[in-house]
């Protein structure tokens, strides 16, 4: 009976297979069919068939089957005004791998296949090198020697975890046990002599053959499937003064050509419409921030504190949101000092005032009338940032001040006070702790009390926190690391079980029992996940691969799993249970953990969209838009206006606040953008090819009207339905954001665009076509938007600016005055992607 014996499926049409049966036995090699006999099987692979041409066409130009020049960027890409025409590497032979296969038995005739004199573990990247000088062979007994397979590169990610899998453990092993039909084969390899002595001979040629796996095993891998370096999406950036690590979110490749494309034309005529439109806008935008800015800050602060039921309906708002997210202040001691300050102002300390106005300051971000409390929230911001700085600075070296501090650093974020710098005043709020020794835990210190030391550490873990958020917001690094510190995680206490002092003794809950520390710790716990992925994106000199960054990913996703588990089980959907998870700490939570995902795997996006072995980034970055897109829809579908709570807390802040509040939903809708642009071409792809492919020459372009509507037939990350639902909410959103203070409206004309440009593409509109009707809607939406600046303002016409269009021809009013015509000539263009505030900015 003949048996074939084999540990792996060659995968390869180009590699030829034969197998040849020899039986033990007599000289002639007839079997004798005795008691002792063996039957044994050896492989015998014939070379890699070289077959295959090189791909010497773009990867665009092969993707649409057409002719390409070959040049770069070649005719056809110019022509349909594709702006990444790239080519991929030459296709080479497949190199020789060597895996173990079953050896022959005893008896057999001696293989005609050579070791190699490299190994394929340093090719297949199976875990790291040992530490010792030399790596072990085969153990004795165990039928393995060396068999040539297809490259693992070529495998599917199933079949290469199989195969890895596949692989025995090696071990050292005494060569003298080696069964002398082992040392025939070695024998018999080509190249090798053949000592005298067997055994001996044989343990040379182990030891050979282990310093060449060794020596194999310190060289990198190359037969890696992803590319070692990321996409230049990854690469940061330096912006006017600025400068931008690998994870903030305006860095990349330009995603959209069309549009930069009419952001050129925009820029090169300005004698047209849409230019004075523009600028127009932007000045009123400047006209509305500068009367925000505060005509006078002093150090006499507390005067402009409003009526105490405003004050309280403030401070409520913030106690309710993010106090209950970010441990800062001691609770029960605000409301003592709350009640002394309306019984006597004047007494007050001045600490207190300014952590007061930074309290209502962040809750203005949650009132219906924040567009009238914004000066107000802008004056407490500025009044703190004076205070800080007065002489008397080193009396703010305590507790207080640190609290001070931290409320400081979310009041500028959410008011939208320089906000897009706050990774400066998180690296000075680190310092300031370090300096004051949180760093170190309060068991490092004796007599120090149990609500002092458990202040000390939830404000270490806040200042963490805001250090990390920080390091995503500006692409930096996030200024500190596990080995700087040693404090341990708060107790699992209410605020009400702490007093300041020392004879109050209380008893933590059970970690399992929800109390108002319950949010901290469970982001706590993520924290050194989430570090580490700061640290790996943010870092200049990391060392960036694609197969590290799922390996992050799946990190990510269990402290997810981690932090679901601890807070779903204490939510109440209801909202009426007392001491339970509210649902603005759930989705706060969530939004702050989420956006790790987006660091991630964003840099591999746009590679994505032609080579399929990324398509887990690009499915990770659209999921992860979905659901940060439904925190601050509040989950319900969206029509065109949206159908959001309007009493809802978190989505006030995506509407009202600044910093990581507007960006991270603009990446989300970004990416939803990019995704649903990819899957219309796609179709279109497809169609016009099936065209071509049947000489339909006479279908008219209004057949493929309605094709891939409901889905498409392309390989999307997500359904479209759902997409196109997120990005007419985001318009919605984006127009509620202008109409509640935001002076910023790139965003708003810019997914206005590319929903006009997707329905276009998918009506099978031309080129030419698509772009008159985008460039027709981005004027009809500028004069929508200088509508929404001027009635955000509650003026019907802002000074110094003409509420009419008239003039916005040649032969336009006085009111652009020679000098404002000269500052015009550097605009920088409304879709201008290297421009790195190009959200940020107001």
């Known amino acids: 009976m003949e048996m074939v014996l084999d540990m792996e499926v060659d995968q390869d049409a180009d590699v030829d297979t034969a197998a040849s049966t020899t039986s033990a036995g007599t000289g002639n090699g007839t079997s004798t069919g005795g008691p002792g006999s063996a039957t044994s099987t050896t492989t015998k692979l014939a070379e890699p068939r070289r077959r295959n041409r090189p791909a010497l066409s773009c990867i665009q130009c092969r993707t649409r089957k057409i002719r390409c020049d070959r040049n770069e960027p070649c005719a056809s890409c110019l022509k349909s005004k594709i702006v990444n025409c790239t080519y991929e590497e030459a296709r080479r032979p497949k190199p020789r791998l060597w895996r173990l296969s079953p050896a022959p038995a005893p008896g057999s005739a001696p293989s005609d296949i050579s070791p190699p004199a490299e190994d394929v573990f340093s090719r297949v990247g199976l875990g790291h090198a040992p530490t010792s000088g030399s790596v072990p062979g085969p153990p004795p007994g165990s039928g393995f020697t060396f068999r040539e397979v297809q490259p693992l590169g070529s495998l599917s990610g199933l079949q290469y975890a199989t195969s890895a899998?596949?692989?025995?453990?090696?071990?050292?092993?005494?060569?003298?046990?080696?069964?002398?039909?082992?040392?025939?084969?070695?024998?018999?390899?080509?190249?090798?002599?053949?000592?005298?002595?067997?055994?001996?001979?044989?343990?040379?040629?182990?030891?050979?053959?282990?310093?060449?796996?060794?020596?194999?095993?310190?060289?990198?891998?190359?037969?890696?499937?992803?590319?070692?370096?990321?996409?230049?999406?990854?690469?940061?950036?330096?912006?006017?003064?600025?400068?931008?690590?690998?994870?903030?979110?305006?860095?990349?490749?330009?995603?959209?050509?069309?549009?930069?494309?009419i952001g050129a034309q925009i820029d090169r005529d300005k004698n047209s419409e849409v230019y004075f439109l523009l600028q127009k806008c932007k000045s009123l935008g400047k006209s509305i921030k500068a009367q925000r800015v505060p005509a006078q800050v002093g150090f006499d602060v507390g005067r402009t504190i409003p009526t105490e039921s405003i004050a309280r309906r403030l401070v409520d708002a913030y106690f309710r949101t993010i106090e209950g997210v970010y441990r800062i202040l001691h609770v029960p001691t605000f409301w003592q000092e709350y009640r002394r300050y309306w019984q006597s102002p004047e007494s007050a300390s001045k600490g207190f005032v300014v952590q007061f106005q930074l309290c209502m300051a962040i809750g203005t971000c949650f009132q219906d009338d924040v567009t009238s409390l914004r000066h107000s929230a802008i004056q407490w911001?500025?009044?703190?940032?004076?205070?800080?700085?007065?002489?008397?600075?080193?009396?703010?070296?305590?507790?207080?001040?640190?609290?001070?501090?931290?409320?400081?650093?979310?009041?500028?974020?959410?008011?939208?006070?320089?906000?897009?710098?706050?990774?400066?005043?998180?690296?000075?709020?680190?310092?300031?702790?370090?300096?004051?020794?949180?760093?170190?835990?309060?068991?490092?210190?004796?007599?120090?009390?149990?609500?002092?030391?458990?202040?000390?550490?939830?404000?270490?873990?806040?200042?963490?926190?805001?250090?990390?958020?920080?390091?995503?917001?500006?692409?930096?690094?996030?200024?500190?690391?596990?080995?700087?510190?040693?404090?341990?995680?708060?107790?699992?206490?209410?605020?009400?079980?702490?007093?300041?002092?020392?004879n109050f003794s209380s008893v933590p809950r059970p970690l399992s029992t929800f109390t108002q520390t319950t949010v901290q710790l469970a982001l706590l716990r993520s924290f050194p996940t989430r570090l580490a992925i700061a640290q790996y994106v943010n870092h200049f000199n990391s060392p960036v691969t694609y197969e590290e960054t799922l390996k992050w990913?799946?990190?990510?996703?269990?402290?997810?799993?981690?932090?679901?588990?601890?807070?779903?089980?204490?939510?109440?959907?209801?909202?009426?249970?007392?001491?339970?998870?509210?649902?603005?700490?759930?989705?706060?939570?969530?939004?702050?953990?989420?956006?790790?995902?987006?660091?991630?795997?964003?840099?591999?996006?746009?590679?994505?969209?032609?080579?399929?072995?990324?398509?887990?980034?690009?499915?990770?970055?659209?999921?992860?838009?979905?659901?940060?897109?439904?925190?601050?829809?509040?989950?319900?579908?969206?029509?065109?206006?949206?159908?959001?709570?309007?009493?809802?807390?978190?989505?006030?802040?995506?509407?009202?606040?600044?910093?990581?509040?507007?960006?991270?939903?603009?990446?989300?809708?970004?990416?939803?953008?990019?995704?649903?642009?990819?899957?219309?071409?796609?179709?279109?792809?497809?169609?016009?090819?099936?065209?071509?492919?049947?000489?339909?020459?006479?279908?008219?372009?209004?057949?493929?009207?309605?094709?891939?509507?409901?889905?498409?037939?392309?390989?999307?990350?997500?359904?479209?339905?759902?997409?196109?639902?997120?990005?007419?909410?985001?318009?919605?959103?984006?127009?509620?954001?202008?109409?509640?203070?935001?002076?910023?409206?790139?965003?708003?004309?810019?997914?206005?665009?590319?929903?006009?440009?997707?329905?276009?593409?998918?009506?099978?509109?031309?080129?030419?076509?698509?772009?008159?009707?985008?460039?027709?809607?981005?004027?009809?939406?500028?004069?929508?938007?200088?509508?929404?600046?001027?009635?955000?303002?509650?003026?019907?016409?802002?000074?110094?600016?003409?509420?009419?269009?008239?003039d916005l021809r040649l032969g336009f009013g006085n009111e652009w005055a020679s000098e404002d015509l000269a500052q015009m000539q550097g605009f920088s263009s409304l879709f201008n992607f290297d421009d790195g505030g190009f959200f940020v900015d107001g």
């Open 165 to 261: 899998a596949s692989l025995p453990s090696v071990r050292s092993s005494d060569s003298a046990s080696i069964p002398s039909p082992a040392s025939r084969q070695l024998d018999s390899t080509p190249g090798v002599s053949t000592p005298s002595s067997t055994t001996p001979a044989l343990a040379d040629r182990v030891r050979q053959l282990e310093q060449q796996l060794a020596d194999a095993l310190k060289r990198p891998s190359h037969a890696s499937q992803y590319p070692q370096q990321p996409h230049p999406s990854a690469v940061p950036s330096l912006s006017k003064t600025r400068y931008f690590g690998s994870s903030h979110w305006v860095n990349g490749t330009k995603p959209f050509p069309l549009l930069i494309s």
């Open 381 to 502: 911001v500025y009044e703190a940032q004076a205070w800080f700085v007065s002489p008397s600075e080193k009396s703010r070296m305590n507790l207080a001040g640190l609290q001070t501090m931290c409320l400081l650093h979310l009041a500028r974020e959410a008011c939208g006070v320089s906000g897009d710098l706050v990774w400066i005043s998180a690296g000075a709020l680190m310092r300031t702790a370090m300096h004051m020794g949180l760093h170190r835990d309060p068991d490092s210190f004796s007599g120090m009390s149990t609500f002092r030391s458990e202040m000390r550490r939830r404000l270490w873990a806040t200042i963490l926190e805001i250090a990390l958020q920080s390091s995503l917001d500006s692409g930096g690094p996030p200024l500190v690391a596990l080995a700087d510190f040693d404090t341990h995680a708060p107790s699992n206490f209410d605020d009400d079980q702490l007093a300041d002092d020392e």
């Open 553 to 806: 990913n799946s990190e990510l996703t269990s402290a997810c799993r981690a932090l679901s588990a601890t807070l779903q089980p204490s939510y109440d959907p209801a909202g009426v249970l007392p001491k339970r998870l509210s649902l603005f700490q759930l989705r706060l939570a969530e939004h702050m953990v989420h956006r790790f995902f987006m660091a991630l795997n964003h840099p591999w996006l746009c590679s994505a969209q032609h080579n399929p072995a990324y398509y887990f980034a690009r499915k990770m970055c659209v999921e992860t838009s979905l659901k940060l897109y439904r925190a601050f829809a509040t989950g319900s579908p969206a029509g065109d206006s949206g159908t959001a709570s309007p009493t809802d807390d978190f989505t006030r802040l995506a509407t009202c606040g600044h910093g990581a509040f507007r960006s991270v939903p603009t990446l989300a809708v970004l990416t939803i953008c990019l995704e649903l642009l990819w899957q219309v071409q796609e179709d279109r792809s497809f169609r016009q090819s099936m065209i071509m492919d049947h000489q339909l020459d006479k279908q008219g372009p209004g057949s493929e009207t309605d094709v891939g509507a409901s889905g498409g037939i392309g390989s999307g990350a997500a359904p479209r339905q759902d997409l196109f639902e997120a990005l007419r909410y985001s318009i919605g959103w984006a127009e509620r954001r202008i109409q509640n203070g935001e002076t910023n409206i790139k965003g708003y004309l810019m997914w206005s665009a590319l929903l006009t440009q997707i329905q276009a593409v998918q009506r099978g509109a031309s080129d030419a076509e698509v772009e008159r009707i985008v460039m027709n809607s981005i004027i009809d939406e500028l004069r929508k938007c200088w509508h929404l600046l001027k009635d955000s303002t509650g003026m019907s016409t802002p000074p110094g600016l003409n509420s009419g269009f008239d």
